[in-house]
């Protein structure tokens, strides 16, 4: 059996990792060599969760273990009236390796085990020549997908971004909890992200808006860096101090700054679902996965966890061996879809105005550590996390559940506070 893998970004890498591991011959598609990679912009801020750190030592590429390289606690504040904060600690703890690292130093060691990984255009061409010399061809990335894969319009809600974004790499930042990533949700604002990064020039931080379109820091995000870095940086201090003003407490405005320009990224994500699979000859399909599949707002942080799962269980179905044909494609999405369908829907969630479960649930979570630390516990299960807020009816089985369990060992915090969405029954848009 040959497999193509277009896109290599994680989900390709792990695929392309995972299938070699198996003994089943691929060829992985990328756009850019790893060195150019590695010069160039930056593409994104992921932590990675413990399921895909777990993936990565069974494929054995967990390359980055140093205390600066993870994130083992993990904080939630709710600005309004009141703070409302609640701490729950991530076990095993984040990886938080900039990917222009990641992604380079997992293709050289697939070249190095044997593994076959071309330089080309990711476009619809490279996918249909591809379909000449191989039973399947997984699509991960690239334009193809946009090109191949139409958006699901029962599965997709938004058809414009819903968070304008700005995030970069900083020096300046201290932390309250060290090793730490800081959550803070300012209704109707946004939300603005901090959390400790490892860099090419080592240890840096993450500072990430998400800004509400039209609201009041829409305009920061929007602002450019180049033309005038000290009038950017300044924006940015004025939004931590009007939205997050403990968190500009802690910035030391003589070391402040953006690491490189090319550090920053800015723009809007469209969070779409694409159809999972077309043919492409009369024998041959292609199938979905990662970006190519599902573009999540990067507000769960979600994305390349999604991604790796997703590539982890194509290669098990491929494994299990051919024909790949319509009937293997159909099943392949059926076993991704719970899984996927957990994050679209926990992250749309996330994105609209609070319902009254997760009022509730965030409530919970601010006056037991236990319920703190089952709700940190189900950023690395979304379909748990998604049965969790879903229904008013769910959520308070959920807490139940919880309260029910024998009192172990604290593993998380909270910091009972008033509470500043007390007052939302409203719901802001």
């Known amino acids: 059996m040959r497999i193509g893998i277009v896109g290599d970004g994680i989900s390709g890498l792990h695929l392309a990792l ?10 992985l598609f990328g756009s850019r060599p790893p060195e150019a990679v590695r010069r160039g912009r930056a593409l994104n801020f992921v932590a990675r969760s413990g399921s895909t750190r777990r993936r990565e030592a069974l494929l054995g590429v967990d390359f980055w273990t140093a205390p600066d390289t993870l994130a083992g606690a993990r904080t939630v504040t709710v600005h309004g009236p009141g703070p409302l904060m609640f701490r729950a600690d991530p076990d095993p703890a984040y990886s938080v390796v900039d990917f222009r690292l990641y992604l380079p130093a997992l293709a050289e060691e697939y070249r190095a085990r044997g593994g076959r990984h071309v330089v080309t255009d990711l476009t619809a061409a490279t996918v249909q020549d591809a379909a000449h010399d191989h039973d399947l061809v997984v699509v991960a990335g690239g334009r193809a997908a946009g090109e191949l894969f139409p958006r699901d319009p029962g599965r997709s809600p938004f058809d414009t971004p819903q968070r304008v974004l700005c995030g970069g790499l900083y020096h300046g930042i201290g932390e ?43 305009a ?16 940015v201090l004025d939004a931590l101090h009007r939205h997050v003003p403990e968190l500009r407490e802690r910035v030391d405005e003589r070391t402040f700054g953006l690491n490189h320009p090319a550090d920053l990224v800015q723009g809007g994500i469209v969070p779409v679902v694409r159809r999972a699979w077309r043919p492409l000859t009369d024998d041959t399909f292609a199938l979905a996965v990662g970006d190519a599949w599902i ?25 299990a061996g ?58 690395d299960d979304p379909p748990a996390m ?27 915090t909270s910091i009972p506070r008033t509470h500043p969405w007390a007052d939302l029954t409203a719901r802001p848009s």
């Open 220 to 235: 920061v995000c929007r602002s450019p860096h180049d033309p005038d870095p000290a009038r950017f940086h300044a924006a």
């Open 176 to 218: 309250d909890v060290p090793h730490s990533i800081e959550f803070h949700v300012v209704p109707g604002v946004g939300e603005v992200l901090r959390m400790p990064f490892h860099c090419a020039d080592g240890r840096v931080d993450v500072l990430g808006l998400e800004a509400v379109p039209g609201g009041p820091l829409e």
């Open 386 to 412: 998604w049965r969790s807020i879903a229904t008013p009816e769910r959520t308070a089985a959920f807490l139940a559940e919880v309260r029910s369990r024998p009192a172990p060992t604290p593993v998380a």
């Open 322 to 379: 051919p024909p790949y044909d319509a009937d293997f494609c159909r099943a392949a999405e059926e076993r991704l879809r719970p899984y996927a369908d957990g994050v679209v829907r926990w992250t749309a969630d996330f994105l609209r105005p609070p319902t009254p479960q997760l009022l509730d649930l965030f409530r919970a979570a601010d006056a037991d550590p236990a319920v703190a630390a089952a709700f940190a516990a189900n950023f």
């Open 295 to 319: 573009v999540n707002d990067p507000i769960t942080a979600q994305g390349a966890n999604l991604g790796s799962h997703c590539a982890w269980e194509i290669a098990e179905a491929i494994a």
């Open 18 to 27: 995972r299938l070699h591991q198996l003994g089943i011959d691929a060829t």
